[in-house]
């Protein structure tokens, strides 16, 4: 799970931004995507 300081709708901004280009940089696709942002929120909302 990668940090954020805006999980649930809110405009990147920050840190955010920055790790999300990262990850939509890597090529994996829409589904790695998927896996990784859904991964995040499941993560956040059941810890």
Wanted: hydrophobic share 40%; glycine share 10%.
């Amino acid at each position: 799970m990668f940090g954020t300081d805006a999980p649930f709708g809110l405009a990147p901004a920050e840190a955010t931004q920055l790790v999300e280009d990262a990850i939509d940089k890597t090529g994996i696709g829409q589904k790695g995507l998927e896996k990784i942002y859904y991964r995040n929120f499941e993560n956040v909302i059941t810890d």
